[in-house]
């Protein structure tokens, strides 16, 4: 091998690196229960919330197209508000990862709001209900 | 009686496989012929076999046998003839079915096309073969029993997922599952040639057309993936970066890296230990996106115990992996290169460029999809990474992949003079630049929009050069233009079969440069007979109104688009509710065309039907990408043609 293929193969790995590491420091979301955003929240940063809607608490506006509702672990309950119609599979007593952010004034601001079955369910191209799933199973762990 | 018979097929298909790949192996090391003969009688049986329990799923799923567990999850009284037949790939288990019997198909047409002409190579490639097959048997045996039954026998099935009540649901896991059996059989040939030490461009040629095959399908799979996405799901999009779809994306990444460099390998005798590389990583990449999306294990690491299959996926992947290793290891010495790069400006530096783009995008989409995991693992933290990182990652390397695409097939061989470069590159820069310059007048603003939009014009304005530079020289020849072009395009069906898939690339990128840069979305609650606008399109909502369908109750919205060339047009979404469903399932109508489509999803409603949420989308070329994939199956079916013997 020439030196001018090593220096060029050197500097595609660089920047292959930079990209990686810019890309995750920057759309890094983390995964967190209602207890665990309430120990440390930081406003801005990028959460993906999971837990129970709140029975009693779901309330939905059509005309100013606002949602709010609580999402809890069975420990802490986190007020959520969301701009837009409730997704399909929604509702309370059921299990809901919203993405979004905490911010700062006591209550969850949600971008995303993911539903789930509380059923075995096998889409095949569900993957984001499958990680809900998973969420839902481990906070029922938690509860017992 | 009928589950019993398939659960028999499969166990003797399984043992079938085991014993032709063994004795397929052991007449090749002895030198005894009618042992690979006993091996084909074995793939014979082993098709008929997996071909006979598709057909009793198939007959379970038509009669309501709800006694077989797999049919009960996955149908009801109520599902539709069509989907009860694509209800059988409709989950895990019959997928299994199906994906191993196109192995067992593939096996029997190696060896119909290459009995005599393979000879050395061929038995070894029927023991990989029918090795692979044996491993989906034992999967359809043990973890996954697709003939299972269920006590006591329900009076209905659970139904079919109706996200999957679908006409691409029909298409889109036969094209991919093609896809994915088909990288089988140039791995087959890879592994065969390591074994027997013939490991030169034999394998390599033979393969070709089984390889652009393979990467067809699952392009096609793909595509059909995102059209189902579009079109179902209501969020508008064709592509999530969701681990499902990077599972089925990565092997993608590297077949098309692998169907560049064996261009490299044919002309210049380089790059042997690298295609060999390439596809153990393609199918390795193929195993390990079904152990990912099947073993429940990207969801959470403790969702491991959700089913032995992880388990077996992840052997088999270990095995494959480490045989393959260890069979490079063995042979290192005759894998070494042949010929050596001689300038960094050449057609061979695009192509290894081209390559290692490629590997790095897999790379990236890898460590993506993974990272939930990783970062669990090594800081107890669960993160994951969304579609901004890989966009933000993948978006540079895809457009200097576009300029490649541009370079490679132009530049020269071993060393491009100036006078090679200005007589193939001038024009096409220069339009490009001017094509950039025209959008920003045309008040595009965004640099990466302007970069994508040139480089696809470039791209365009090479293979133009191309081919009228070719026409030209065939016209001196005397001959009139259009008989030229038809001449030029079957006599180098490959390469202008290669132009019109690389075409095919620049309308899906077109298409996806579009739609993520101009599409418009808004949600809002309208009243009966009041209107709404957006992008330029006005919309009225007309009502609603409920209906029965045979498995599942209907609110349908009406909603009347009231200007632009389709001004008239009635948009009906609606919401299903499936009895075996906690929730409704939304239904999405759209209006679709050249740059705009209108798409409606009807959000919530109020019970006595005077108000309706609606969300509503005005997505630009998407259509492009469809069309796309029109342009791909042309561009495949030109290359894959017989070729020519040149008249002398």
Redesign the interface.
């Known amino acids: 091998m020439?030196p001018?293929?090593l220096i060029?193969?050197g500097v595609?790995v660089l920047a292959?690196g930079y990209?990686?590491w810019?890309?995750?420091t920057?759309?890094?979301?983390?995964?967190?229960t209602p207890s665990e955003l309430q120990a440390a929240p930081v406003s801005g940063k990028a959460y993906?919330l999971g837990g129970l809607v709140t029975r009693g608490s779901l309330n939905?506006d059509?005309?100013t197209?606002n949602l709010t509702f609580s999402v809890s672990d069975g420990k802490t309950t986190i007020p959520v508000r969301h701009?837009?119609?409730?997704p399909?599979?929604?509702?309370e007593g059921?299990g809901a990862v919203v993405e979004g952010q905490w911010t700062g004034e006591g209550y969850f601001k949600a971008t995303h709001i993911m539903?789930k079955?509380?059923?075995e369910?096998?889409?095949?191209?569900?993957?984001?209900e499958?990680?809900s799933?998973?969420?839902i199973?481990?906070l029922d762990k938690g509860e017992r | 009686m009928i589950p019993e018979i398939g659960t028999g097929a499969l166990l003797v298909a399984l043992t079938l496989a085991v014993y032709g790949a063994v004795v397929a192996a052991l007449g090749a090391r002895r030198g005894r012929p009618a042992l690979v003969e006993s091996a084909q009688h074995a793939a014979l049986g082993v098709f008929l076999l997996v071909t006979a329990s598709l057909l009793l799923l198939v007959y379970a799923f038509l009669t309501f046998d709800f006694s077989v567990r797999y049919v009960a999850?996955n149908t009801n009284l109520g599902t539709p003839f069509y989907y009860r037949i694509t209800a059988v790939w409709g989950?895990?288990e019959g997928?299994i079915v199906l994906w191993s019997w196109m192995v067992s198909l593939y096996t029997l047409i190696v060896i119909l096309r290459h009995r005599t002409s393979a000879r050395e190579l061929y038995p070894w490639v029927l023991t990989v073969m029918l090795s692979v097959v044996a491993f989906f048997l034992l999967v359809m045996t043990v973890p996954a029993p697709v003939f299972a039954r269920m006590v006591p026998i329900p009076a209905d099935g659970r139904g079919l997922?109706p996200?999957?009540e679908d006409s691409g649901m029909i298409t889109h896991?036969v094209a991919l599952y093609l896809g994915f059996t088909g990288f089988t059989v140039p791995f087959a040939f890879a592994i065969a040639a390591l074994v027997t030490g013939r490991v030169g461009d034999f394998w390599i040629t033979t393969t070709r057309r089984w390889t652009i095959l393979a990467w067809y399908f699952l392009s096609l799979g793909l595509l059909i993936?995102g059209w189902?996405?579009y079109h179902v799901?209501g969020w508008g999009g064709y592509w999530a970066w969701?681990?499902?779809e990077n599972a089925a994306f990565m092997p993608w990444l590297t077949a098309t890296a692998l169907l560049h460099s064996v261009m490299i390998s044919e002309r210049r005798r380089m790059l042997r230990l690298w295609n060999v590389a390439l596809i153990v990583l393609t199918f390795s990449l193929t195993l390990f996106g079904t152990f990912l999306?099947r073993s429940?294990v990207?969801?959470?690491v403790?969702?491991f115990s959700q089913g032995s299959i992880g388990v077996f996926f992840l052997s088999f992947l270990a095995l494959v992996v480490l045989t393959a290793l260890a069979l490079i290891a063995w042979r290192w010495d005759t894998l070494g290169a042949q010929g050596e790069?001689d300038s960094?400006v050449s057609r061979e530096s695009a192509f290894l460029l081209n390559n290692?783009?490629l590997v790095?995008a897999t790379?990236?989409v890898f460590?993506?999809t993974v990272?939930?995991l990783l970062s669990e693992a090594v800081r107890d933290?669960?993160?994951?990474?969304?579609a901004?990182?890989?966009n933000?990652?993948n978006v540079?390397?895809f457009l200097s992949l576009i300029f490649l695409m541009g370079v490679g097939p132009l530049i020269a061989w071993r060393r491009a003079s100036i006078e090679n470069l200005k007589r193939n590159f001038l024009w096409p820069v220069v339009v490009g630049i001017v094509a950039a310059a025209v959008l920003r007048l045309l008040g595009v603003g965004s640099f990466v929009v302007l970069v994508s939009l040139g480089l696809t014009v470039f791209v365009a304005a090479t293979i133009t050069v191309d081919l009228v530079r070719a026409t030209r020289a065939r016209r001196s020849m005397g001959e009139r233009t259009l008989p030229a072009l038809g001449g030029l395009l079957r006599r180098h069906n490959r390469r202008y079969g290669g132009f019109v898939v690389h075409l095919a690339v620049l309308v899906v990128a077109v298409g996806v440069t579009g739609s993520q840069t101009w599409s418009v979305h808004t949600?809002?609650?309208l009243k009966r007979g009041e209107q709404t606008e957006l992008g330029g399109y006005r919309i009225r909502f007309d009502g609603l109104r409920e209906s029965q369908e045979s498995n599942h109750g209907k609110v349908t919205g009406t909603f009347t688009l009231l200007n632009g060339r389709a001004a008239g047009t009635v948009l009906q979404p609606a919401?299903k509710f499936y009895p075996q469903?906690?929730?409704?399932?939304?239904y999405v109508d759209y209006r679709l065309g050249l740059i705009d489509d209108v798409y409606v999803v009807l959000?919530?409603f109020?019970r006595d039907g005077t108000?309706a949420?609606v969300?509503l989308q005005v997505n630009r070329m998407v259509s492009w990408i469809w069309i796309g994939g029109l342009v791909l199956t042309l561009g495949t079916g030109l290359a894959v043609l017989p070729e020519r013997r040149k008249v002398a």
């Open positions: 020439k001018k293929f060029g193969g595609i292959l990209l990686i810019a890309g995750v920057q759309s890094a979301v983390y995964f967190v993906r939905w059509p005309s197209l701009r837009g119609a409730p399909d599979l929604f509702g059921r539903a079955h509380s059923e369910y096998k889409a095949p191209h569900d993957t984001k499958a990680q799933k998973g969420l199973k481990t | 999850n989950a895990l997928s997922n996200l999957l896991p993936g189902w996405s799901l969701d681990p499902v999306t429940g990207i969801a959470s403790h969702a790069l960094v290692v783009l790095a790379f990236t460590f993506g990272f939930p933290v669960k993160v994951s990474v969304g901004p990182f890989f933000q990652v540079p390397l949600e809002t609650t919401k469903e906690q929730s409704p399932i939304a959000g919530d109020a108000s949420t969300k």
